[in-house]
């Protein structure tokens, strides 16, 4: 009889897991591609972020038991992971996404976490009735819309976060998408992180109390 547990086994289910998570990772890309090119003003990257800076994203969230956070813009589930992968519980974590396949998509990807097909910049209304956020985590290409409206969707998000909770955000831009509002709220930043095609920062949002 075969051996299915010997190292060489364990070697070809390696290699085949590493096989799948490469086409994964590639069907992935091409999805995302696509998005951009049927509506780059909603997509704004022609590829899903990287692990690196999804990573750096979630750990700004203290992710303590209990707690509950929306993403904006998850699009094929990244970062999305590197929240769960940070402590939030899938029940307790919500995601806003405009595209219908991507909305498929995280269904598919992460059962039991809610997903909201719908406009992210509408998240005052989408939220109004939830009880206080501990957290934001945004992945919108902000840059696409005018200046007033990326701040109105700051302030509309902070307004749902409980006080000191952090709207995050990324860019791949050297300014940030909005200002600091000295008395209204404070913006902190990560350092670049090269790794990610294209480099890109994270900026921190928190209501001045």
Same mark, same amino acid.
């Given at each position: *009889? *075969?051996?299915? !547990?010997?190292? =060489?086994?364990?070697?070809?289910?390696?290699?085949?897991?590493?096989?799948? #998570?490469?086409?994964?990772?590639?069907?992935?890309?091409?999805?995302?591609?696509?998005?951009?090119?049927? &509506?780059?003003?909603?997509?704004?990257?022609?590829?899903?972020?990287?692990?690196?800076? #999804?990573?750096? *994203?979630?750990?700004?969230?203290?992710?303590?038991?209990?707690? =509950?956070?929306?993403?904006?813009?998850?699009? !094929?589930? $990244?970062?999305?992971?590197? /929240?769960?992968?940070?402590?939030?519980?899938? @029940?307790?974590?919500? #995601?806003?996404?405009?595209?219908?396949?991507?909305?498929?998509?995280?269904?598919?990807?992460?059962?039991? *976490?809610?997903?909201?097909?719908?406009?992210?910049?509408? /998240?005052?209304?989408?939220?109004?009735?939830?009880? %206080?956020?501990?957290?934001? $985590?945004?992945?919108? %290409?902000?840059?696409?819309? %005018?200046? &007033?409206?990326?701040?109105?969707?700051?302030?509309?998000?902070?307004?749902?976060?409980? %006080?000191? #909770?952090?709207? /995050?955000?990324?860019?791949?831009?050297? $300014?940030?998408?909005? @200002?600091?509002?000295?008395?209204?709220?404070?913006?902190? @930043?990560?350092?670049? /992180?090269?790794? &990610?095609?294209?480099?890109?920062?994270?900026?921190?949002?928190?209501?001045?109390?």
């Amino acid at each position: *009889m *075969m051996d299915r !547990t010997g190292p =060489h086994s364990q070697a070809v289910r390696k290699k085949v897991e590493q096989v799948k #998570a490469l086409k994964a990772k590639a069907l992935d890309e091409v999805r995302f591609f696509r998005s951009w090119v049927e &509506n780059p003003l909603k997509t704004g990257a022609v590829s899903p972020s990287g692990p690196l800076l #999804a990573a750096k *994203m979630a750990s700004y969230l203290e992710a303590a038991p209990g707690d =509950h956070v929306v993403e904006l813009g998850p699009g !094929t589930g $990244v970062v999305t992971r590197a /929240i769960l992968e940070r402590g939030i519980s899938r @029940k307790n974590l919500v #995601a806003v996404e405009y595209s219908h396949e991507f909305c498929e998509l995280l269904h598919g990807r992460y059962p039991g *976490m809610s997903v909201i097909q719908g406009d992210a910049y509408a /998240i005052k209304d989408l939220f109004k009735d939830a009880k %206080p956020l501990d957290g934001i $985590v945004s992945s919108l %290409p902000l840059f696409t819309r %005018p200046e &007033n409206e990326r701040l109105r969707l700051i302030e509309d998000a902070l307004e749902l976060l409980k %006080p000191g #909770a952090p709207f /995050i955000q990324f860019s791949y831009a050297l $300014v940030p998408p909005v @200002k600091a509002q000295p008395g209204r709220f404070s913006l902190a @930043k990560s350092d670049w /992180i090269w790794k &990610n095609l294209p480099p890109a920062r994270v900026w921190v949002y928190r209501k001045v109390h």
